[in-house]
């Protein structure tokens, strides 16, 4: 290949989650559902219970104490890396000193009433539907939450595992990107069963309500590598993350009223602790000097402050296995159909940009040859939510896919702002031939890549460039002004058509 992809070296990474990673499933019912017919029928028993679970909370020692707590609070997330592996990899953006990210970013007012999953394991659909969807939402419609609050149990009662107890948060994101949601009120919620499922006439209605889709929020592949600053990035651009952490201790047993958790020394050795599904809502850079995320849980609102307590980003990267990002709902601007895009070459070496040239409106090239070996990064700055695809050019003419360079890595690229393509490897100048040509897709709607790649090598064209605007003629942008210089910078207006498409041709020594 003319141009080839090499990985970079391993850089230091503050990987998320202490101990090993294969979480326990959080249980689903718990004791008080048994006692509680007994209760009714025979009040006066809850005096001696109360004495009898205070003694044990006294004399029982921690764990005992841990797996008290766990009988009163539900959980129900099935941590698991090859679950999470399945996800597709979020792609950053780049820390942008002339335009950082918000200091603080709380999406708690779009937010619904905090309300308890009670005795079922079913905290992936509450912290999925009814809280993140229910987020994005509110805030793309500027509606009342509660109004337009979506069902854990339509959700829950089609993704769990046996025994309603649990389920993977992938799941649920699946099933909200492929069938979509019902509110509340259509699909009422109820911890006694599992097992009563949605109609055809249901399933047709939640298609209105699906969302874009989703990606973790990992650095690269490494599962157990989660990306705070992907976290944040998400949430400043209104974007709620689902998560799976590890939990038990202090944060069953002593966060009522309480607006920050802070874990006993105890809790660090997480015993007794199991999985549980949560929503990310919420930062702050500067809480007590260290940052935090604020989460809401589904414990009611008599848990942490009115149902959402704060968690620093130390604590948050310890406890925390999975973080699933939703894609946002589309960023509102002025104008939807004006379409600005600028693309750079970006040296690895000097970090600077490789000069180009204008030869035309579609064809790009750089204004000096380029010693063989060079490594550089593609950096692309969207102003709206799009999908980016790059190709490159064989010796022999035809067309192969350098990004995404895995099936893994996601080319959304939802959160606008400017991203370094790719992340965990360099595009590296081979010996062979004077030049080497790819081209950049950058699209509206998502693109299947792979058959893509296959129109271009069958498109018909005197050379990379013909072959390129051939397969693509129904789709490509033609009315956009661009200019060149240290990046390519491009300005659509097309309301009609979805997909913008440069060539760079790469001199080489």
């Given at each position: 290949?003319p141009?080839?992809?090499r990985?970079d070296?391993?850089?230091?990474?503050?990987?998320?989650?202490?101990?090993?990673?294969r979480?326990?499933?959080?249980g689903?019912?718990g004791?008080?559902s048994?006692?509680?017919p007994?209760?009714i029928?025979?009040p006066k028993l809850?005096i001696?219970?109360?004495?009898?679970?205070?003694?044990?909370?006294?004399?029982?020692?921690?764990?005992t104490?841990?797996?008290?707590?766990?009988?009163?609070?539900?959980?129900?997330a099935?941590?698991?890396?090859?679950?999470f592996d399945?996800?597709k990899?979020?792609?950053?953006?780049?820390?942008?000193?002339?335009n950082?990210?918000?200091?603080?970013?709380?999406?708690?007012?779009?937010?619904?009433q905090?309300?308890?999953q009670g005795?079922?394991g079913?905290?992936?659909?509450?912290s999925?539907?009814?809280?993140?969807?229910?987020?994005?939402?509110s805030?793309?419609?500027?509606?009342?939450?509660?109004?337009?609050?979506f069902?854990?149990?339509?959700?829950?009662?089609?993704?769990?595992?046996?025994g309603?107890?649990?389920?993977?948060?992938i799941?649920?994101?699946e099933?909200?990107?492929e069938?979509?949601?019902?509110?509340?009120?259509?699909?009422?919620?109820?911890?006694?069963n599992?097992?009563?499922?949605p109609?055809?006439?249901?399933?047709?209605q939640a298609g209105q309500?699906k969302?874009?889709?989703?990606?973790?929020?990992?650095?690269g592949?490494?599962?157990?590598?989660?990306?705070?600053?992907?976290?944040?990035?998400?949430?400043a651009q209104?974007?709620?993350?689902v998560i799976?952490?590890?939990v038990?201790?202090?944060?069953?047993?002593?966060?009522?009223g309480?607006?920050?958790?802070?874990?006993q020394?105890r809790?660090?050795?997480m015993?007794g602790?199991?999985?549980h599904a949560?929503?990310?809502?919420?930062?702050?850079?500067?809480?007590d000097?260290?940052?935090?995320?604020q989460?809401?849980?589904?414990?009611?609102?008599?848990?942490g402050?009115n149902?959402l307590?704060?968690?620093?980003?130390?604590?948050?990267m310890?406890?925390?296995k999975?973080?699933?990002?939703?894609?946002?709902?589309?960023?509102?601007i002025?104008?939807?159909?004006k379409?600005?895009?600028r693309?750079?070459?970006?040296?690895?070496?000097?970090?600077?940009?490789?000069?180009?040239?204008?030869?035309?409106d579609f064809t790009?090239?750089?204004?000096?040859p380029?010693?063989?070996?060079t490594l550089?990064?593609?950096?692309?700055?969207?102003n709206l939510?799009?999908?980016t695809y790059?190709f490159?050019?064989e010796?022999?003419?035809?067309?192969?896919?350098?990004?995404p360079y895995?099936e893994?890595?996601?080319?959304?690229?939802?959160?606008?702002?400017t991203?370094?393509?790719?992340?965990?490897?360099?595009?590296?100048?081979?010996?062979?031939?004077?030049?080497?040509k790819?081209a950049?897709i950058?699209?509206?709607?998502?693109?299947?890549?792979?058959?893509l790649n296959?129109?271009?090598?069958?498109a018909?064209?005197?050379?990379?460039?013909?072959?390129?605007q051939?397969?693509?003629?129904n789709?490509?942008?033609?009315?956009?002004?661009?200019?060149?210089?240290?990046?390519?910078s491009i300005?659509?207006?097309?309301?009609?058509?979805?997909?913008?498409?440069?060539?760079?041709?790469i001199?080489?020594?």
């Amino acid at each position: 290949m003319p141009i080839r992809m090499r990985k970079d070296p391993d850089q230091p990474n503050n990987s998320g989650g202490g101990g090993n990673y294969r979480g326990r499933s959080g249980g689903g019912r718990g004791i008080i559902s048994m006692l509680l017919p007994l209760l009714i029928r025979n009040p006066k028993l809850l005096i001696p219970l109360l004495l009898i679970f205070g003694a044990i909370y006294f004399f029982g020692g921690k764990e005992t104490a841990v797996n008290v707590a766990s009988m009163v609070f539900s959980t129900g997330a099935t941590l698991d890396p090859v679950q999470f592996d399945r996800a597709k990899i979020y792609e950053p953006i780049i820390n942008d000193p002339s335009n950082p990210l918000p200091v603080r970013v709380s999406l708690a007012q779009y937010a619904p009433q905090r309300l308890n999953q009670g005795q079922q394991g079913s905290c992936v659909a509450w912290s999925s539907a009814y809280a993140a969807r229910t987020i994005l939402e509110s805030s793309a419609s500027g509606k009342d939450p509660n109004t337009v609050r979506f069902s854990p149990s339509f959700l829950y009662n089609q993704i769990k595992l046996q025994g309603c107890q649990g389920s993977y948060i992938i799941r649920a994101m699946e099933k909200m990107t492929e069938q979509g949601s019902v509110p509340y009120s259509d699909f009422a919620y109820t911890d006694e069963n599992c097992n009563n499922m949605p109609d055809q006439s249901l399933i047709q209605q939640a298609g209105q309500f699906k969302m874009k889709g989703f990606n973790r929020l990992t650095k690269g592949d490494n599962v157990q590598a989660l990306d705070l600053n992907g976290i944040r990035q998400n949430l400043a651009q209104g974007a709620p993350v689902v998560i799976g952490m590890m939990v038990g201790g202090s944060f069953m047993t002593d966060m009522k009223g309480k607006n920050k958790w802070t874990p006993q020394e105890r809790d660090y050795q997480m015993a007794g602790f199991g999985g549980h599904a949560m929503a990310v809502i919420g930062y702050d850079d500067e809480m007590d000097g260290e940052g935090a995320f604020q989460i809401m849980n589904s414990w009611g609102d008599d848990w942490g402050n009115n149902g959402l307590a704060w968690v620093s980003y130390r604590d948050f990267m310890y406890f925390t296995k999975e973080a699933y990002a939703l894609f946002p709902m589309g960023r509102r601007i002025d104008n939807p159909e004006k379409f600005e895009m600028r693309i750079g070459l970006l040296l690895n070496t000097q970090k600077q940009y490789i000069p180009l040239t204008k030869e035309n409106d579609f064809t790009y090239r750089t204004q000096s040859p380029l010693t063989p070996g060079t490594l550089f990064k593609i950096e692309v700055t969207n102003n709206l939510d799009c999908y980016t695809y790059v190709f490159g050019q064989e010796t022999d003419g035809s067309s192969y896919v350098l990004f995404p360079y895995t099936e893994k890595h996601s080319a959304y690229c939802g959160i606008v702002g400017t991203r370094l393509f790719p992340r965990d490897y360099s595009m590296e100048l081979d010996d062979l031939g004077r030049q080497d040509k790819m081209a950049i897709i950058v699209s509206k709607q998502a693109l299947n890549y792979k058959q893509l790649n296959n129109a271009f090598n069958q498109a018909k064209g005197n050379d990379f460039e013909d072959k390129i605007q051939n397969a693509l003629q129904n789709e490509i942008i033609t009315d956009f002004q661009s200019s060149a210089g240290k990046q390519v910078s491009i300005v659509a207006n097309s309301p009609q058509k979805n997909t913008l498409a440069i060539v760079i041709a790469i001199d080489k020594e």
